[in-house]
């Protein structure tokens, strides 16, 4: 959490030493120097704290195309789909105090977020839907998150060509108000098509940044040992998609 650390020493040096170090022009200069930083600092965070668009239910795509995988297709899969995935469960592990096992009937459970947005593919198309979960930023607290984690990363249980997908966030997308854990799109249990029966919805960023059948999400320092590195199956791909992938 450097960027933290870093924010909190230029408020510190702004709030309280300036009184006493300002009197001569070399304290004076850093001390301008440390205000711009932290102005241009603070105003790259609220801009990455900004709330993307909602919508009317009006708006609603008729339909919410599937892309990438529709399915998982394995036997344990279609057993679990069978049985409403009751047998479904969402890891919440890597550097938390608490490490957490839920169903879907806990993650109902938890204060829900309902959200009408837009979707947009890099490969050009665009839906609207209405998404409903808790925010990632509650299930994170139950685990409480210890303070040397910079990413978190999301594990799903589907394999496209040949490998595992996934995809990771940095603490601002994470603990972002419109990062939830989806199990509704319209005001139904999530499609199977659309990642039943969690997916991510993290609206300021790129469709591929939204991981569906989600299996388990990891607080971790880095992302280097993961996949091929590069924080994503997208990213990882020669495809080379980036990492960072705001809107
Ligand atoms: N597990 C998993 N998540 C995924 C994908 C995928 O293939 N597997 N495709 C991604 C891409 S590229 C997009 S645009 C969206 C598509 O979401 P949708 O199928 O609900 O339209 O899911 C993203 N999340
Ligand atoms: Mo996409």
Sequence with gaps: MKRRTLLTGAAALGAGACAKVADTDTARSVFDAAEDWHRAAHRALANRQALAPEYAPEDRSPTFRGNGSLTVDTDEYRADAANGFANWRLQVRGLVETPLSLSIDDIRALPQRTQITRHDCVEGWSAI?????????????????????????????????????????????????????????NGEPLPEKNGAPLRMRVERQLGYKHPKF????????????????????WED?????????GI
């Design 214 to 233: 989600l299996t388990a999400i990891e607080a971790v320092t880095s992302f280097e040992h993961i996949g091929e590195g590069m924080g994503g199956f």
């Design 129 to 185: 839907g209405e998404w409903t979960g808790p925010q990632l930023s509650h299930l994170l607290d139950a685990a409480k998150v210890k303070e040397e984690a910079n990413f978190i990363v999301f594990y799903c249980a589907d394999n496209l060509y040949g490998a595992d997908y996934y995809e990771s966030v940095d603490m601002v997308d994470a603990y972002h108000p419109q990062t939830i854990v989806a199990h509704e799109l």
């Design 237 to 245: 791909n020669p495809a080379g998609y980036q990492w960072y992938a």
